[in-house]
């Protein structure tokens, strides 16, 4: 019954917006990777768009808004990324090493993250407490507690492990990203065995009756 009610011009008016909003997207992420979010400004987002500078206010309210956007795209196909390299491992060498070559991997291949991280780093930083940023930690530690539950990790304390393993991830490849060429297997080697063999420490110190309990707290919905 909607659909009869609805005005001719509907179809064409929702499409307008949806690219209108794409249009300003694109030009903010080549904005941002070639001034960074410091030195961008709106009207520098503006003048990449053919759309007037008042019908920018009807889509983002500021540039913080729109950064967090563009991050936050980025997030969550980097999770589905990482987290399906974790679902495929069957060894703990493969959780580790393949969540890491996929994140260091999607950094490398798309040149925009890849310009963002490197000339955005100080803002993606004050941004790592969003929810939505925020979720892969959960999601981290959801899945070492599987890993645990299967025996394929002993029962260290994960979230140490969780929060040590994104920040790793992240520092990485803000250095990854400066060197040329950009060194995916080298990082990823080198944040593999960090865990692996800081993992087998670790293991040796976890007396055999007890295991690591997480503080109880509200879970975050799964995006």
Do not use: C, W
């Amino acid at each position: 019954m909607t659909a009869l009610l609805r005005l001719p011009g509907d179809g064409k008016r929702e499409r307008n917006k949806a690219q209108n909003r794409a249009d300003i997207l694109t030009a903010a992420r080549q904005v941002f990777s070639e001034l960074g979010y410091g030195a961008a400004s709106i009207r520098d987002i503006i003048r990449r768009t053919r759309l007037a500078a008042g019908t920018f206010y009807n889509y983002f309210p500021d540039k913080e808004s729109i950064f967090r956007t563009l991050i936050e795209d980025s997030a969550r196909q980097l999770r589905t990324r990482v987290r399906g390299a974790r679902d495929r491992a069957t060894s703990l060498e493969e959780f580790v090493g393949g969540a890491y070559r996929a994140y260091f991997a999607f950094v490398a291949d798309d040149r925009m993250a890849f310009e963002m991280l490197r000339r955005n780093d100080g803002a993606m930083r004050a941004l790592l407490q969003e929810p939505t940023l925020m979720a892969s930690v959960d999601e981290l530690r959801e899945d070492l507690d599987a890993a645990v539950a299967r025996g394929d990790l002993p029962p260290v304390d994960l979230d140490y492990l969780a929060g040590a393993m994104s920040g790793v991830a992240f520092e990485v490849a803000v250095r990854m990203v400066d060197r040329q060429p950009v060194d995916v297997d080298g990082a990823t080697d080198f944040a593999t065995r960090l865990f692996l063999g800081g993992i087998a420490r670790l293991k040796d110190s976890v007396p055999p009756t007890r295991t690591a309990r997480r503080p109880a707290q509200t879970r975050r919905p799964r995006r």
